[in-house]
């Protein structure tokens, strides 16, 4: 084992101490010097290198070593043909074998690099150091470029004048170089020497220490670091990535040593820990072979405490003495397990201990120790609930006997009082209801007695010491629950016979309540009908009252026999109750109506019905005078609402065909309102006959459809009609005297009035050839008797003013042009709207 540990480790220091060789100096761009350098690190590994990196990689042949060197694996064999297809075949392979590793060859073709393209070689050559130098560095869970970055920053942090933030500008000065090989290799650099405003000589400070005494051949020339703004990054990232490696590696050889050290180490341990499992393994078994012989005495104890101390022994045992032993077992297979471990580690032979001392013989003592341990708890536990069981059962039947006796007390004195002598029948019944009760109690009380003595009976079986005094007791208890039932069965008896007793006095109770309470509902409603205020307004209304009360005084014998009924039910109770002996203990339990109280309401009732006979007759003399006076008033109402109407039927017809002249007509006009005053006594008797009905208060009518007021409005209206047709006929004397118009004109002004009255007649029954049309001397006529609109009088009043000066100046120069103008406008206007009466004002003068 330390042999091989100490080939490994030489072999790896041999690969790191072979001599870096000197980097062509063919001019390339910028970064070429640097890549061709990087892979030369790698190629000479396999013996070989490259002197153009655009020239040597066409072929493909060392592209493919320069992959199997980086990634330790095997590429498909190469084509050793000279011919262009075996180059780009080559080519090809490489380029697979990139992509299979997960790098994305974007515009990179096989064709290009057999080609020699310088730009499609250096960029091949870029992927290839990020896939396999710096994409596996890891640091503090970033990897590749930002893993590179924060393994720099970590390494260069205690450094003054060092801040590495990027791959360009932060290594210009060369102290970040100096600073990486000074934290891995003190001894190599003066750093304190170093100056800032010397950036060459710091750069190639670093990279001879770093070709000469690390194997990283020289990648950069300071001249073109200092002397460019801003650095190549992917150069610099490529040098950077050689320290990184170099580094890594020589703490590889470091922990290598102190592997050496550590196996020599190892050894002596496993040795110690040998012998410490080997006594430690003795102990434990005399151990258990010193408990087992004491878990395994089964020996019986008498009473509780004696086995409760065996308990506490077995509690020490568990928790003093055992727990040390399985942390030794605990321990033991720790010990052994470690053991092995190191040994297997370390690729030395497993330990085998001594015969009987295994781990699993060690293991099969303690599983036998443990199963004596859980048959000794078992029957440490059986024994204490046997021992508690009879304790317990002793305990329990002392407590139901104490229980049992506590209710039995008092019981014989309650079974034999007499108390359902004294008791109505619904004391009986709860008394009865009591005893079931109490029943029912006695009977669960059953259980009781009987476990009482099969408790008895166990404890016996079980061999109790005390087993005399409770047999005692059991005799006692079980005694006197024969007593008790034979008094429960006694006292069921009485009760029940006291019952029946006292049930048909009950039922009579129960039947007078029953037809009792019917009884004075009906006797109170009948009195409240008897007492009820009654208004009635015709002979119909109070003839039906006395229909109703002569119905009711019909079953009056009816309900008499019934109140004798009802009182026969309680005389029969007192019967019962003197032949028997039965003293009742008060009024009916059923009913609070007593025999008094219903024999008072009936006489109370049988004095209320002639007074309501009475009451009834007075008031159907009443409504007897009323019909007399509706009937009078009719009549009288009748004949001067006719004859209002057929007056002013007549003034309408005398206005439109009065004959004669002027003077004439007045005189016939002044006649007739002579004639229609002489009238009035008609209208005082009728007002005479109007204050009776309202003395009477009599409200409607039906022998007429007339009422007071209607009549009065008629005949206040018949007086105003013909005083104001006298007043217009006398008005048009004087204006026939002031204007001078013979008596021939005013009949042909008449006559045209007359043509507009006759073309449509009034909604309300008037006849067409009314004077209150278009007359305007009858205009208020007409609005009195609601035969136009108050508003649309007025305008037709003026339009028909305006046709009577229009005539009377002469603008008409004859009358019947005037007549056919308006007879003309008639027909195109309907003079009911109040807008065309309106227009027909405003126009007409314009039109004439």
Same mark, same amino acid.
């Given at each position: 084992?330390?042999?091989?540990?100490?080939?490994?480790e030489a072999g790896f220091v041999s690969v790191f101490s072979v001599q870096a060789r000197m980097i062509s100096e063919i001019v390339q761009r910028e970064f070429g010097d640097t890549f061709?350098?990087?892979?030369?690190?790698?190629?000479?590994?396999?013996?070989?290198?490259?002197?153009?990196?655009?020239?040597?990689?066409?072929?493909?042949?060392?592209?493919?070593?320069?992959?199997?060197?980086?990634?330790?694996?095997?590429?498909?064999?190469?084509?050793?043909?000279?011919?262009?297809?075996?180059?780009?075949?080559?080519?090809?392979?490489?380029?697979?074998?990139?992509?299979?590793?997960?790098?994305?060859?974007?515009?990179?073709?096989?064709?290009?690099?057999?080609?020699?393209?310088?730009?499609?070689?250096?960029?091949?050559?870029?992927?290839?150091?990020?896939?396999?130098?710096?994409?596996?560095?890891?640091?503090?869970?970033?990897?590749?470029?930002?893993?590179?970055?924060?393994?720099?920053?970590?390494?260069?942090?205690?450094?003054?004048?060092?801040?590495?933030?990027?791959?360009?500008?932060?290594?210009?000065?060369?102290?970040?170089?100096?600073?990486?090989?000074?934290?891995?290799?003190?001894?190599?650099?003066?750093?304190?020497?170093?100056?800032?405003?010397?950036?060459?000589?710091?750069?190639?400070?670093?990279?001879?220490?770093?070709?000469?005494?690390?194997?990283?051949?020289?990648?950069?020339?300071?001249?073109?670091?200092?002397?460019?703004?801003?650095?190549?990054?992917?150069?610099?990232?490529?040098?950077v990535s050689s320290f990184y490696h170099a580094f890594s590696g020589a703490q590889k050889a470091e922990t290598a040593a102190n592997r050496i050290c550590k196996v020599l180490a190892v050894?002596?341990?496993?040795?110690?820990?040998?012998?410490?499992?080997?006594?430690?393994?003795?102990?434990?078994?005399?151990?258990?072979?010193?408990?087992?012989?004491?878990?395994?005495?089964?020996?019986?104890?008498?009473?509780?405490?004696?086995?409760?101390?065996?308990?506490?022994?077995?509690?020490?045992?568990?928790?003093?003495?055992?727990?040390?032993?399985?942390?030794?077992?605990?321990?033991?297979?720790?010990?052994?397990?470690?053991?092995?471990?190191?040994?297997?580690?370390?690729?030395?032979?497993?330990?085998?201990?001594?015969?009987?001392?295994?781990?699993?013989?060690?293991?099969?003592?303690?599983?036998?120790?443990?199963?004596?341990?859980?048959?000794?708890?078992?029957?440490?536990?059986?024994?204490?609930?046997?021992?508690?069981?009879?304790?317990?059962?002793?305990?329990?039947?002392?407590?139901?006997?104490?229980?049992?006796?506590?209710?039995?007390?008092?019981?014989?004195?309650?079974?034999?009082?007499?108390?359902?002598?004294?008791?109505?029948?619904?004391?009986?019944?709860?008394?009865?209801?009591?005893?079931?009760?109490?029943?029912?109690?006695?009977?669960?009380?059953?259980?009781?007695?009987?476990?009482?003595?099969?408790?008895?009976?166990?404890?016996?079986?079980?061999?109790?010491?005390?087993?005399?005094?409770?047999?005692?007791?059991?005799?006692?208890?079980?005694?006197?629950?024969?007593?008790?039932?034979?008094?429960?069965?006694?006292?069921?008896?009485?009760?029940?016979?006291?019952?029946?007793?006292?049930?048909?006095?009950?039922?009579?109770?129960?039947?007078?309540?029953?037809?009792?309470?019917?009884?004075?509902?009906?006797?109170?409603?009948?009195?409240?009908?008897?007492?009820?205020?009654?208004?009635?307004?015709?002979?119909?209304e109070i003839q039906g009252l006395i229909t109703a009360h002569e119905q009711f005084k019909s079953t009056l014998p009816e309900a008499n026999k019934e109140r004798e009924a009802i009182q026969?039910?309680?005389?029969?109770?007192?019967?019962?109750?003197?032949?028997?002996?039965?003293? +009742?203990?008060?009024? @009916?339990? /059923? =009913?609070?109506? #007593?025999? $008094?109280?219903?024999?008072?309401? %009936? *006489?109370?009732?049988?004095?209320?019905?002639?007074?309501?006979?009475?009451?009834?007759?007075?008031?159907?003399?009443?409504?007897?005078?009323?019909?007399?006076?509706?009937?009078?008033?009719?009549?009288?109402?009748?004949?001067?609402?006719?004859?209002?109407?057929?007056?002013?039927?007549?003034?309408?017809?005398?206005?439109?065909?009065?004959?004669?002249?002027?003077?004439?007509?007045?005189?016939?006009?002044?006649?007739?309102?002579?004639?229609?005053?002489?009238?009035?006594?008609?209208?005082?008797?009728?007002?005479?006959?109007?204050?009776?009905?309202?003395?009477? +208060?009599?409200?409607? @009518?039906? /022998? =007429?459809?007339? #009422?007071? $007021?209607?009549?009065?409005?008629? %005949? *206040?209206?018949?007086?105003?009609?013909?005083?104001?047709?006298?007043?217009?006929?006398?008005?048009?004397?004087?204006?026939?005297?002031?204007?001078?118009?013979?008596?021939?004109?005013?009949?042909?002004?008449?006559?045209?009035?007359?043509?507009?009255?006759?073309?449509?007649?009034?909604?309300?029954?008037?006849?067409?050839?009314?004077?209150?049309?278009?007359?305007?001397?009858?205009?208020?006529?007409?609005?009195?008797?609601?035969?136009?609109?108050?508003?649309?009088?007025?305008?037709?009043?003026?339009?028909?003013?305006?046709?009577?000066?229009?005539?009377?100046?002469?603008?008409?120069?004859?009358?019947?042009?005037?007549?056919?103008?308006?007879?003309?406008?008639?027909?195109?206007?309907?003079?009911?709207?109040?807008?065309?009466?309106?227009?027909?004002?405003?126009?007409?003068?314009?039109?004439?």
């Amino acid at each position: 084992y330390r042999g091989t540990e100490l080939q490994t480790e030489a072999g790896f220091v041999s690969v790191f101490s072979v001599q870096a060789r000197m980097i062509s100096e063919i001019v390339q761009r910028e970064f070429g010097d640097t890549f061709t350098a990087w892979c030369n690190s790698h190629l000479r590994k396999a013996g070989t290198q490259i002197d153009n990196i655009e020239e040597d990689f066409r072929d493909g042949l060392k592209l493919m070593l320069l992959l199997e060197v980086i990634s330790g694996e095997r590429l498909p064999k190469p084509e050793r043909g000279k011919m262009r297809v075996h180059k780009i075949n080559n080519v090809n392979k490489a380029l697979d074998f990139i992509a299979s590793k997960g790098v994305k060859l974007v515009s990179i073709g096989a064709e290009e690099i057999v080609d020699g393209n310088a730009k499609m070689t250096l960029g091949m050559i870029w992927t290839i150091i990020l896939r396999f130098a710096i994409q596996d560095i890891s640091v503090e869970e970033t990897s590749a470029k930002e893993g590179l970055l924060l393994w720099c920053q970590r390494k260069t942090a205690p450094y003054k004048n060092v801040n590495v933030q990027n791959f360009h500008i932060s290594w210009k000065d060369g102290l970040a170089f100096n600073a990486l090989i000074h934290r891995h290799r003190p001894d190599l650099i003066d750093y304190d020497s170093l100056r800032k405003d010397d950036p060459v000589t710091n750069l190639n400070n670093a990279f001879e220490v770093a070709e000469k005494h690390l194997d990283i051949p020289k990648m950069l020339d300071a001249e073109d670091i200092v002397n460019t703004a801003r650095p190549d990054e992917k150069a610099i990232m490529t040098y950077v990535s050689s320290f990184y490696h170099a580094f890594s590696g020589a703490q590889k050889a470091e922990t290598a040593a102190n592997r050496i050290c550590k196996v020599l180490a190892v050894n002596q341990e496993n040795e110690q820990m040998m012998e410490d499992y080997e006594k430690l393994a003795s102990d434990l078994l005399e151990w258990i072979r010193r408990t087992i012989p004491w878990l395994e005495n089964r020996t019986q104890e008498k009473t509780v405490n004696d086995m409760q101390a065996k308990q506490e022994d077995f509690r020490d045992y568990r928790c003093v003495h055992k727990p040390p032993k399985v942390q030794e077992k605990c321990q033991l297979e720790i010990s052994f397990n470690t053991l092995q471990t190191k040994l297997r580690l370390s690729s030395r032979p497993a330990f085998m201990p001594s015969e009987g001392r295994m781990v699993s013989d060690i293991n099969g003592a303690w599983h036998t120790l443990e199963g004596a341990e859980k048959g000794y708890e078992e029957w440490i536990l059986s024994e204490i609930r046997r021992l508690e069981r009879l304790e317990h059962l002793a305990e329990k039947f002392h407590q139901k006997a104490a229980i049992h006796e506590s209710w039995t007390d008092g019981k014989e004195a309650m079974l034999t009082q007499k108390d359902y002598e004294t008791s109505t029948l619904s004391e009986v019944k709860a008394l009865l209801k009591k005893h079931e009760a109490f029943e029912s109690d006695l009977a669960a009380h059953q259980d009781r007695v009987e476990q009482i003595a099969a408790i008895a009976q166990e404890l016996n079986e079980l061999d109790y010491y005390d087993s005399a005094s409770v047999n005692t007791r059991c005799q006692k208890i079980c005694d006197q629950w024969d007593v008790l039932g034979a008094l429960t069965q006694s006292r069921k008896e009485s009760l029940e016979r006291t019952e029946k007793q006292l049930e048909s006095i009950d039922e009579l109770y129960l039947e007078y309540a029953k037809r009792a309470a019917p009884f004075n509902n009906w006797m109170e409603g009948a009195m409240e009908d008897l007492q009820d205020m009654f208004i009635v307004h015709n002979i119909e209304e109070i003839q039906g009252l006395i229909t109703a009360h002569e119905q009711f005084k019909s079953t009056l014998p009816e309900a008499n026999k019934e109140r004798e009924a009802i009182q026969a039910i309680q005389a029969e109770v007192q019967k019962i109750a003197q032949s028997n002996g039965i003293k +009742l203990s008060g009024a @009916n339990p /059923y =009913t609070t109506i #007593t025999p $008094e109280s219903i024999d008072n309401k %009936w *006489e109370k009732a049988m004095q209320m019905v002639p007074q309501r006979d009475s009451a009834l007759q007075e008031e159907l003399n009443k409504q007897n005078s009323n019909d007399t006076l509706r009937a009078k008033f009719a009549t009288q109402a009748n004949a001067v609402g006719a004859y209002i109407q057929a007056k002013m039927e007549e003034i309408g017809r005398i206005s439109i065909e009065m004959n004669g002249t002027l003077e004439d007509q007045l005189t016939n006009l002044k006649d007739y309102q002579d004639t229609i005053i002489s009238y009035q006594p008609e209208i005082n008797t009728l007002e005479g006959d109007h204050q009776l009905i309202q003395e009477a +208060l009599i409200f409607d @009518n039906q /022998y =007429t459809s007339y #009422t007071m $007021e209607h009549l009065r409005v008629g %005949w *206040e209206q018949l007086l105003t009609t013909i005083a104001r047709t006298i007043n217009e006929v006398e008005n048009q004397i004087l204006t026939r005297d002031a204007k001078g118009i013979s008596q021939e004109q005013l009949f042909e002004y008449r006559a045209s009035f007359n043509h507009f009255d006759k073309v449509r007649a009034p909604s309300s029954g008037l006849t067409a050839a009314s004077p209150h049309r278009c007359c305007p001397f009858y205009a208020d006529e007409v609005s009195v008797l609601g035969l136009r609109a108050k508003q649309n009088i007025i305008i037709y009043n003026r339009m028909c003013k305006n046709i009577k000066q229009m005539v009377l100046k002469g603008i008409f120069r004859r009358l019947p042009s005037a007549v056919e103008f308006c007879g003309s406008w008639m027909k195109m206007y309907d003079y009911d709207s109040m807008e065309k009466q309106s227009k027909f004002i405003c126009v007409l003068p314009a039109s004439l």
